[in-house]
């Protein structure tokens, strides 16, 4: 079998179950993690011979992406912001909306220096390390749940030598240091409600952790407003917390945000223009 049979052969199977665009990336994620290739590559190997190592290597890959098990967890990594990071099913996996929240963070950080963040519901630690690694000298912590989620985000800061003060916390009842200790919060909790899981992919529903994403119905906004209230008084004055939202409940978090005390209260669309994010200042004194 050739390198473009192979190719094709894993192609038409993905084909029954994904869109062609994903099909086409799923391929090329194969073949760059079980032989290093490049899409160049698989161009220019095309006619070269693959080994019944690797063949059955390529299908035993197809089989778990038709049982709809994410790829990233398949091959225990995923990119965010131009970083390798490992991935396991205790953490989420990191998406492009995610990339877009630390891209304004650090794009109205500006040229500041020494900023104190905290990142609450850290996961793989993709936020916290990629505001480590953008910022000017962050001092940054960490906190989450789970402490094998916590394993996975300590093994990736250590991967890209990334130093982060990581602690294991319930963002529901978080105690408020005695005196400002933040200059940045962020935040990207658990805010799909179940009565939305009819619409949603079995590769999320089966494998993702269902604690990091999942609010009750009846109290979509219980992160948001726990943070909120811890972030009143851990933030320094002038500090900035951020959020990344359910458009459902865009509204009616920026209501509760008013009446807490926030100021500068923005709603930000993300690159599909849903209402994904959340910014505001803390006013106290």
């Known amino acids: 079998m050739t390198l473009k049979e192979c190719c094709d052969k894993a192609t038409a199977r993905l084909l029954e ?154 963002a529901l009842s978080l105690t408020p240091p005695p005196a400002p200790a933040f200059d940045i919060i962020v935040s990207n909790p658990p805010y799909i409600a179940r009565h939305e899981q009819a619409d949603m992919d079995p590769n999320v529903l089966d494998h993702e952790p269902h604690s990091a994403l999942f609010v009750p119905d009846s109290d979509p906004l219980v992160f948001y407003q726990a943070i909120a209230r811890f972030a009143l008084k851990a933030l320094a004055p002038g500090g900035r917390i951020y959020f990344e939202i359910n458009p459902l409940y865009a509204h009616d978090l920026s209501a509760f945000m008013q009446s807490c005390g926030w100021t500068g209260i923005n709603l930000i669309p993300d690159t599909y223009r849903h209402i994904r994010f959340l910014s505001a200042t803390n006013p106290s004194s």
């Open 17 to 170: 179950a994904y869109p062609a665009s994903e099909v086409r990336w799923m391929v090329r994620i194969i073949f760059e993690h079980l032989k290093g290739y490049t899409p160049v590559d698989l161009v220019i190997k095309a006619q070269d011979p693959v080994s019944d190592f690797i063949a059955g290597k390529v299908s035993a890959v197809v089989d778990r992406l038709l049982a709809r098990e994410p790829i990233q967890y398949i091959f225990g990594q995923t990119q965010f912001y131009g970083l390798k990071l490992k991935v396991t099913p205790d953490t989420l996996i990191p998406r492009p909306e995610t990339e877009e929240l630390v891209d304004m963070i650090v794009r109205e950080a500006g040229e500041r220096s020494d900023l104190r963040v905290l990142d609450i519901g850290t996961g793989s630690g993709c936020i916290a390390i990629a505001l480590a690694r953008n910022l000017r000298f962050p001092q940054v912590s960490a906190i989450d749940i789970s402490p094998r989620a916590l394993d996975v985000a300590r093994e990736n800061a250590r991967d890209l030598r990334t130093r982060i003060n990581f602690s294991c916390a319930d």
